[in-house]
């Protein structure tokens, strides 16, 4: 019984063990120079239209709006930066917007 017991015990260790490495995805190729740039660009421009004003703290529909605001306007100031930069071709599909208050 204490064999058996023992076996029982290592499976089971071996699974918190397998279990702690679940959560990590592999490393993907690092990120070019380049496309740190216009990810950082769109970082600063994102923040640059001054939302404050509409802010109103504990209203999930406009913080809802805000942060789809500030999504769509870093995604933008990305896409635009690649093209600047011969990264990314013109043209494309508009992202899609979830209906909600704009």
Do not use: H, K
Request: with cysteine; aromatic share 2%.
């Amino acid at each position: 019984m204490s064999q058996r017991l023992r076996q029982i015990g290592l499976l089971a260790g071996l699974g918190l063990i397998l279990a702690g490495c679940a959560d990590r995805a592999p490393p993907g190729p690092p990120e070019s120079p380049e496309l740190a740039a216009c990810r950082e660009e769109a970082r600063t421009a994102a923040s640059g239209p001054d939302l404050s004003r509409q802010s109103f703290p504990g209203q999930v529909a406009n913080e809802e709006r805000l942060r789809r605001i500030r999504a769509e306007a870093e995604s933008t100031a990305y896409t635009d930066c690649l093209r600047r930069r011969g990264l990314a071709r013109g043209g494309g599909v508009e992202p899609v917007r979830r209906p909600g208050i704009w």
